[in-house]
């Protein structure tokens, strides 16, 4: 069984440009989360998404960040115009469905986004 | 507001020697409590889950305890491949939310 993948593992930006996350979950899982990590620092939740649904994006910075969890295919989060403030790891982690929260997370092994 | 705290930032052992990792968390109504081993350059690996003060759960060398207000991670004769950074998340009943704390940095020397 699969774990939970994500692409790039690596992803280099100019400042202004898009990174562009690819996230897809473990088989059946329909819950998926961001999180962003900068080093030294704990994991700061950015957004909750069940197919098809934001369901708390209370996380995520109001502009340039948007995520979405399509009926087909994997999360993808989306930042515009990056800057260097940006640069972080990014990781993905999904849930079975079923109760919310009940069920642990688990993890991708992260992106890793770079901005010069 | 919902907080969890791990102490101590950093820790380092002798190979064999026992210790105790800290998580203090104030939130408003537990859902659960997480613990996860971080290898650098990696995501998060699932460890385990407890959900009411009073419950133990153990794997290998490591074992998590529940209280109230905190929750402890026992490492036993350590080895040096136990050498990760030890997260601690909760969910509270207001959210759907992890807060996590910042870890604990495991080295265990040979």
């Known amino acids: 069984n699969a774990g939970v993948m994500q692409n790039p593992r690596h992803l280099v930006r100019r400042r202004g440009q898009e990174a562009r996350l690819r996230c897809s979950p473990m088989?059946?899982?329909?819950?998926v989360y961001w999180y962003r990590q900068l080093p030294e620092e704990g994991l700061k939740f950015m957004v909750y998404?069940?197919?098809?649904?934001?369901?708390?994006e209370s996380g995520m910075p109001k502009e340039r960040f948007s995520a979405e969890f399509p009926k087909e295919g994997p999360s993808i989060l989306r930042i515009q115009q990056v800057v260097r403030g940006d640069s972080a790891a990014y990781f993905c982690?999904?849930?079975?469905?079923?109760?919310?929260?009940?069920?642990?997370?688990?993890f991708g092994p992260g992106t890793r986004l770079t901005v010069l | 507001e919902d907080q969890v705290t791990q102490s101590p930032e950093a820790l380092r052992l002798q190979e064999g020697e026992s210790s105790s990792l800290n998580c203090s968390y104030t939130?408003?109504?537990?859902?659960?409590l997480f613990w996860y081993r971080q290898d650098p350059g990696k995501g998060p690996e699932f460890l385990f889950t407890?959900?009411?003060?009073?419950e133990e759960k153990e794997k290998e060398r490591l074992k998590a305890t529940l209280t109230k207000k905190e929750s402890f991670l026992h490492i036993t004769a350590p080895k040096p491949e136990d050498s990760a950074t030890y997260l601690c998340?909760?969910?509270?009943?207001?959210?759907?939310?992890?807060?996590w704390g910042a870890g604990t940095k495991l080295i265990i020397k040979p």
């Open positions: 982690a999904s849930s079975p469905p079923g109760t919310v929260g009940k069920y642990e997370q688990f």
């Open positions: 407890l959900y009411s003060a009073g």
């Open positions: 998404l069940q197919k098809e649904n934001i369901i708390d």
């Open positions: 998340a909760v969910r509270a009943d207001s959210n759907y939310q992890l807060i």
């Open positions: 939130v408003s109504g537990l859902r659960g």
């Open positions: 088989k059946g899982h329909s819950h």
